[in-house]
């Protein structure tokens, strides 16, 4: 059977900390108690991409630890398919180490672990095992840059269509970004590919019109100004409601996971729906990221 969506991306286990403020370099302050959960921005797309309704399938790979037992169990509790993760014996689960201020911001230190072990060609292999014309692919930048490209190449080459989250930002290969569709980056991100100022809505249309010289499309989250997005016909800005920010960590995953969901359900890239699906898409993205900010850490808490 094929797949309507594969997420490829990474899997950590989140240690959680809240504290009144960010420390200073070389200081130390007390925090709140410790939260450990599942997290890494391929699993978060992926338990998102399942809430908003979709079947997907998880590629990426855990160590052969209690953390990566954790991960799958959760992952499979959340509707996410994990038959296709590694399990490794030469690295631990990756580990994010996480602190969040009072009003919501967050500071990330990644320790990749296992998610340094993704394997282009064991990528490639998986793709080809589950993927068609048709099939999303969701992915990030946690993994290596070359099993990325690869699992894009190889979804394009089947009739599929990639949604690339560049994050964390990093050069990617023009290669890469050809095949987005669509690219999705946050102000940050777009400045470093565009150069241009992305300090409003205006101005972040106006680069999403530019990187679509370089994408099949373009979507930039704007945090709490919602997201702007071009493809070929037609851009727009979808605004976002207003709502109390407890913790960003994992808003920008919870929005990739349900646009990637709803393309996924509107049918194959290349004619299935165009620009019009793609400002639905946007719109579901946006109402999941409002929605995150409103518990603490990356993940939902569970009933």
């Given at each position: 059977m094929t797949a309507s969506l594969i997420v490829l991306g990474s899997a950590n286990t989140d240690y959680t900390v809240l504290v009144e403020r960010h420390p200073q370099p070389g200081e130390t302050l007390l925090g709140d108690d410790l939260v450990i959960a599942t997290g890494g921005k391929g699993a978060n797309q992926a338990l998102a991409a399942a809430r908003a309704g979709a079947l997907p399938v998880f590629l990426g790979a855990v160590g052969d630890d209690g953390n990566g037992r954790s991960m799958l169990d959760a992952l499979g509790a959340g509707g996410v398919d994990v038959s296709s993760v590694a399990m490794v014996d030469d690295a631990p689960t990756g580990i994010a180490l996480i602190t969040v201020s009072r009003d919501g911001e967050n500071t990330i230190v990644v320790a990749a672990g296992a998610n340094a072990r993704v394997n282009a060609h064991e990528v490639e292999a998986g793709i080809r095992a589950i993927a068609g014309r048709?099939?999303?692919?969701?992915?990030?930048?946690?993994?290596?840059?070359?099993?990325?490209?690869?699992?894009?190449?190889?979804?394009?080459?089947?009739?599929?269509?990639?949604?690339?989250?560049?994050?964390?930002?990093?050069?990617?290969?023009?290669?890469?970004?050809?095949?987005?569709?669509?690219?999705?980056?946050?102000?940050?991100?777009?400045?470093?590919?565009?150069?241009?100022?992305?300090?409003?809505?205006?101005?972040?249309?106006?680069?999403?019109?530019?990187?679509?010289?370089?994408?099949?499309?373009?979507?930039?989250?704007?945090?709490?100004?919602?997201?702007?997005?071009?493809?070929?016909?037609?851009?727009?800005?979808?605004?976002?409601?207003?709502?109390?920010?407890?913790?960003?960590?994992?808003?920008?995953?919870?929005?990739?996971?349900?646009?990637?969901?709803?393309?996924?359900?509107?049918?194959?890239?290349?004619?299935?729906?165009?620009?019009?699906?793609?400002?639905?898409?946007?719109?579901?993205?946006?109402?999941?990221?409002?929605?995150?900010?409103?518990?603490?850490?990356?993940?939902?808490?569970?009933?």
């Open positions: 048709g099939t999303v692919l969701l992915a990030q930048l946690e993994i290596p840059l070359a099993a990325v490209r690869t699992a894009a190449e190889t979804i394009d080459e089947l009739g599929g269509r990639t949604v690339l989250n560049l994050s964390p930002s990093r050069e990617v290969p023009d290669a890469l970004l050809a095949l987005c569709d669509p690219l999705i980056v946050n102000e940050a991100e777009a400045h470093d590919l565009s150069g241009l100022s992305v300090g409003t809505p205006d101005e972040a249309a106006a680069a999403a019109l530019a990187l679509l010289d370089r994408c099949r499309s373009v979507v930039i989250t704007l945090g709490g100004d919602g997201a702007v997005f071009a493809a070929p016909g037609e851009s727009g800005h979808v605004t976002a409601p207003r709502v109390s920010v407890v913790d960003t960590t994992g808003a920008g995953d919870a929005f990739a996971g349900a646009v990637a969901a709803e393309l996924a359900e509107s049918g194959p890239a290349g004619g299935g729906g165009g620009a019009a699906s793609l400002r639905v898409a946007v719109e579901r993205g946006v109402a999941a990221g409002a929605a995150a900010v409103q518990w603490l850490g990356a993940q939902p808490p569970r009933d």
